[in-house]
Structure formats: structure tokens, C-alpha cells
């Protein structure tokens, strides 16, 4: 039997999308790096990650330019019929843009670039992405943004990851990760690609992965 396929979107810009990948495999997907210009996602695609970076220089707004790409259209469509889309970073910046999450990710309340490791809370246990964690339970996931701070209406949408103690960047109600109010649409701006290694300190973000494809 065939791994399932993964769409990894590139966009000008791009930066974690090889990790993105590798994450992937590791969850005994099939990574296919695919294009912003592209109209449709590869045959066989089951979910999308769109990976971090800075798309388009981050001109505009963060996300702005690259939620009106070609290959948006085919993602949103991919979501509509509940398929699994999961965005980190600027490709949460790009899921808010585009309309696929509600709210905006506004600069960091310190209005400079922040990168280091985060202790996460499970505030949701009833969505896949974190793998049956329970309520409260904590996960380690490093972060790395600018524009991290998570600004809207938290009753429009599922909080699935809290930041525990600090909120280091001024997220309305310490908000790290939500989801559409369907479940299968989720954006955090830690980078779970980035826990996949014992080497590296955590594989707690092995659980996002797992759940694109579950």
C-alpha cells in the first residue's frame, strides 16, 4: 500500500518547508513540495501543510500576499471537504488571511523577533492535532516569529494550544494554536517540525504530524 501524499506549499519566501517534509515522512507520509503558482494540489493529496517563512518578504502583511495565490483556491477547496490543512507560522499568518481561520496575527506586543523553546497547554482535548492529550497537559514546542500575537474573538473559534505562564508575544487569551470550529483546519505559530527529535529536546510536536494523516 502507497504512503498517503502530503502537499508541503512553497510560496517566494518559504523557509522550513524541507522540515516540514521531513516531519512528514516521519509520519510515514509522502511530502510533495508543491508550488504556489499551481492551481490544483497533487493527485492523491489527503492533507496540506503550509510551512513557515517569510512569503512574498512579508510585504503588505504577513500571509497577505500569499493567501491570494492560485494554490489557495485549491486549499480551500481541500478544506471544504474536510480535509486536514495545518499551518505554522506564516502559514497560520496565511490560514487567517485567507479566511480559512478567523482572526489576525499582529507583531509581538515587545515589537521584536522572538525565538525559543515554549511550554504548550493542551486547552482542547477534542480535536486529533494533539494526539489524545488530555486537557492541561503540557507540551514542549519551540517558537520563532515577529508577528506571533493571535488577535480576535476566541468564541469564533477552538483553542486548542495555550502558552503556559509567560505569553510571550501578547496573544489574546495566550492563544498559541486554534482550529476551525470543524476541527480540521489548524494553524499554531510553534513550530512542531521542529520537535520531532530527541537530539533537538522534544518530539512533542510529533503528535501534529501523526494527525494530518490519521
Known amino acids: 500500500m502507497s504512503a498517503p501524499r502530503v502537499a508541503v506549499l512553497r510560496f517566494p519566501g518559504t523557509l522550513d518547508h524541507e522540515s516540514a ?15 504556489h503558482e499551481d492551481t490544483a494540489l497533487p493527485d492523491g493529496t489527503v492533507a496540506v501543510v503550509i510551512p513557515g517563512g517569510f512569503s512574498y518578504g512579508d510585504h503588505l502583511r504577513p500571509g497577505a ?3 491570494r495565490t492560485p494554490i489557495m483556491g485549491a486549499v480551500k477547496a481541500h478544506a471544504s471537504s474536510g480535509g486536514r490543512v495545518l499551518g ?38 477534542g480535536t486529533p492535532w494533539t494526539g489524545g492529550r488530555a486537557e492541561g497537559e503540557v ?24 502558552y503556559k505562564g509567560e505569553n510571550p508575544n501578547g496573544s489574546i487569551d495566550k492563544i498559541a494554536g486554534i482550529t ?8 499554531l505559530m510553534p513550530h512542531p517540525e521542529e520537535a520531532q527529535d ?17
Not at 525559543?116 to 493542551?122: H, I, N, S
Not at 476551525?180 to 494553524?187: D, K, Q, S, T
Open 21 to 35: 517534509a521531513r516531519a512528514v515522512q516521519g509520519a510515514g507520509a509522502e511530502a510533495v513540495l508543491t508550488h
Open 180 to 187: 476551525n470550529l470543524a476541527g480540521n483546519v489548524m494553524g
Open 65 to 67: 500576499l500569499a493567501s
Open 88 to 125: 505554522i507560522c506564516n502559514g497560520f499568518q496565511i490560514l487567517c488571511e485567507s479566511g480559512l481561520l478567523p482572526g489576525v496575527l499582529r507583531p509581538n506586543a515587545s515589537l521584536s523577533f522572538i525565538c525559543r523553546q515554549a511550554d504548550l497547554e493542551v486547552a482542547d482535548s
Open 139 to 162: 507540551l514542549s514546542i519551540p517558537f520563532k516569529h515577529h508577528d506571533g500575537a493571535w488577535f480576535g474573538d476566541p468564541g469564533s473559534t477552538r483553542v486548542v494550544l495555550r
Open 198 to 214: 530527541p537530539l533537538l529536546g522534544s518530539v512533542d510536536g510529533r503528535a501534529l504530524f501523526a494527525a494530518l494523516v490519521a
